[in-house]
């Protein structure tokens, strides 16, 4: 039987596989060692950023458990989780604290900006015009005050794409500016009328209500100045803007704005 020569190269080849094969081995330990470690469990999850949600709703909502692998952890998914389960929810950053076991949940909640009323029925907006919650105006109201054609309304659900642009551009108008107008009314296509404490009333493109407050103030102290009584005026076009009285009884003949 032949004898088989084994050279020095092939024999540093063998011993070099071998080495692999025992480092792999080790590594393949050391890794289920980790994975099964409690030093690699959840053994905290601190929330933050809530004030009207309680903490323990939140991690409930994650479905983060302690004493689950922090390998298996799904971030981007348990923050989608709270946002669709919380309606107050905004937004929520999850990041995790490896060498603390901690899980941080930091919670960004909307604001409540109006209240929607119908059939004598009062609910707080969200700021993406959501319904939170109904209300018994007891103490008066603390937001505008939103009505529209819909009568009823859901917890949980818009009442309509334009209440709900109505809601988005409140935040962005100043409380100085808000403080005369009594209620806003989405009249269904696309324009929502401003009734003010003064008895005008301002129509006015939702899309542009951030900007047609400051040109509101101006045309309604114009046509005061000018003798006319309460009326309403248009803001939905480009200047002049259109004065018309509320009847034809009114001493007050329609008119423009310069």
């Known amino acids: 039987m032949p004898q088989i020569t084994i050279t020095p190269e092939e024999r540093q080849r063998r011993k070099a596989?071998?080495?692999?094969?025992?480092?792999?081995?080790?590594?393949f330990i050391g890794l289920v060692v980790g994975l099964e470690s409690p030093l690699t469990r959840v053994r905290h999850i601190e929330v933050t950023g809530n004030s009207t949600i309680v903490s323990r709703e939140i991690v409930s909502d994650t479905d983060i458990h302690t004493g689950e692998s922090l390998w298996q952890v799904n971030s981007a998914h348990a923050a989608a989780k709270v946002t669709s389960m919380e309606p107050m929810v905004q937004s929520v950053s999850?990041?995790?604290?490896?060498?603390?076991?901690?899980?941080?949940?930091?919670v960004h909640e909307r604001d409540v900006v109006a209240i929607y009323e119908t059939s004598g029925d009062f609910y707080e907006l969200l700021n993406n015009g959501v319904v939170y919650?109904?209300?018994?105006?007891?103490?008066?109201?603390?937001?505008?005050?939103?009505?529209s054609g819909q009568k009823q309304v859901t917890t949980g659900q818009a009442v309509s794409p334009e209440v709900a642009e109505i809601c988005k551009q409140l935040?962005?108008?100043?409380?100085?500016?808000?403080?005369?107008?009594?209620?806003?009314?989405a009249n269904g296509d696309g324009t929502v009328s401003l009734y003010l404490d003064n008895r005008?009333?301002?129509?006015?493109?939702?899309?542009?209500?951030?900007?047609?407050?400051n040109a509101m103030h101006d045309a309604v102290s114009y046509f005061i100045?000018?003798?006319?009584?309460?009326?309403?005026i248009d803001l939905s076009g480009s200047p002049p803007y259109r004065y018309t009285p509320y009847s034809s009884s009114s001493t007050a003949t329609g008119g423009k704005s310069p």
Not at 200 to 213: A, N, P, Y
């Open 200 to 213: 005008f009333v301002v129509t006015c493109d939702i899309q542009g209500l951030v900007g047609d407050m």
């Open 171 to 185: 935040p962005k108008i100043s409380a100085a500016e808000l403080v005369n107008v009594s209620e806003f009314h």
């Open 133 to 147: 919650a109904a209300i018994k105006p007891t103490n008066g109201l603390p937001f505008p005050v939103i009505t």
């Open 225 to 232: 100045q000018k003798g006319y009584k309460p009326g309403t």
């Open 94 to 106: 999850i990041k995790t604290s490896w060498l603390q076991g901690t899980i941080h949940v930091a």
């Open 17 to 27: 596989r071998n080495r692999k094969i025992v480092i792999g081995f080790f590594v």
